[in-house]
């Protein structure tokens, strides 16, 4: 790997983190299963997919960032609960 794959990788998985806490923050406050919810779910993939196909990073990848997703969705919608309080 040469340091341009490298940083187009931390890149990618750090954006599927990040751009995923505020919208895990926003998904919280909305009902489940509704349109909204859904958006803020899958808002993130195609910037995702797209930065992953403009890189060339392959798709073994694609379990990573999917898991970083998760993660940021996650860490978003504990802040809201606590931030309620």
Known sequence: MNIELNAALFGLLGFALASNIPLGYLRQGVAKFSLRWFVYIHLSIPFIVGLRLANDIGWQIIPISFALAVAGQMIG???R?????
């Open 77 to 79: 919608s504990r802040l």
């Open 81 to 85: 609960r606590h931030n309620v309080r």
